[in-house]
């Protein structure tokens, strides 16, 4: 079974702090992806990797970073959390064109 | 920008009715996935669509690309209280770029 693990179910932060998300797969997939998700709005694409090293931004980078030093495992990076970056944070990987084998998400508040 | 547009963003059924949610796209898509996601968990994969008109089953869950590959549907035949949670159709648009609808939670009610 294809297994993708997230950091922390959930998250409390406050303004300011520096956030560190982070994402391991066990399948060798060559893609990684972070969404956020929020009511009404669905999955949106922060940024996603095709390689180690490699990164595209998604359509809501602002605010974000990411990293890939390794194959299995990507980061998310909030800078400098704000309380409009309280959402729940879904990691994803999967190969090219094929389906997405999400992780079970955090939910991150930001105070 | 593009867009992928999934409608009804709610359904309320009565456990044996059907249901059937819609997903439309500005742009040509070179596949379409369909995802559910249970109340508290993650969205996990149910089917990929890649030809033009191409129609899939799995057991009461039908799935359908339009012949112009702009629209998709899933259609659930008999809804079960299993069934409740959120759908969601994902496009691809070329590369690496997969577009995901807002979903439609369905609600049964037994």
């Known amino acids: 079974d294809v297994k993708v693990t997230q950091s922390s179910r959930y998250l409390v932060k406050r303004t300011g702090e520096k956030v560190f998300l982070e994402c391991v797969q066990d399948?060798?997939?060559?893609?990684m992806f972070w969404y956020r998700q929020d009511p009404g709005l669905g999955l949106r694409l922060i940024y996603f990797?095709?390689?180690?090293?490699?990164?595209e931004k998604g359509d809501i980078p602002e605010g974000y970073s990411v990293s890939r030093e390794k194959k299995e495992r990507f980061s998310l990076i909030l800078e400098s959390a704000s309380t409009n970056q309280t959402s729940m944070y879904l990691c994803?990987?999967?190969?090219?064109?094929?389906?997405?084998?999400f992780g079970p998400g955090t939910r991150l508040t930001v105070l | 920008g593009q867009q992928v547009m999934q409608i009804p963003q709610y359904q309320h059924v009565q456990e044996g009715e059907d249901f059937t949610t819609y997903c439309n796209s500005s742009?040509?898509?070179?596949?379409i996935q369909w995802y559910k996601q249970r109340p508290g968990g993650h969205p996990v994969f149910l089917i990929q669509?890649?030809?033009?008109?191409e129609v899939k089953k799995q057991k009461r869950l039908t799935f359908q690309f339009g012949e112009a590959k702009k629209n998709s549907s899933l259609h659930i035949t008999a809804t079960q209280t299993t069934d409740v949670g959120t759908y969601f159709c994902?496009?691809?648009?070329?590369?690496?770029?997969?577009?995901f609808g807002a979903g439609t939670r369905l609600f049964v009610k037994a």
């Open positions: 994803a990987s999967g190969f090219p064109g094929g389906e997405k084998y």
């Open positions: 994902a496009g691809r648009t070329g590369g690496f770029k997969t577009i």
């Open positions: 669509l890649v030809k033009s008109g």
């Open positions: 399948m060798d997939h060559e893609n």
């Open positions: 742009t040509t898509l070179s596949n």
């Open positions: 990797s095709y390689d180690v090293k490699m990164k």
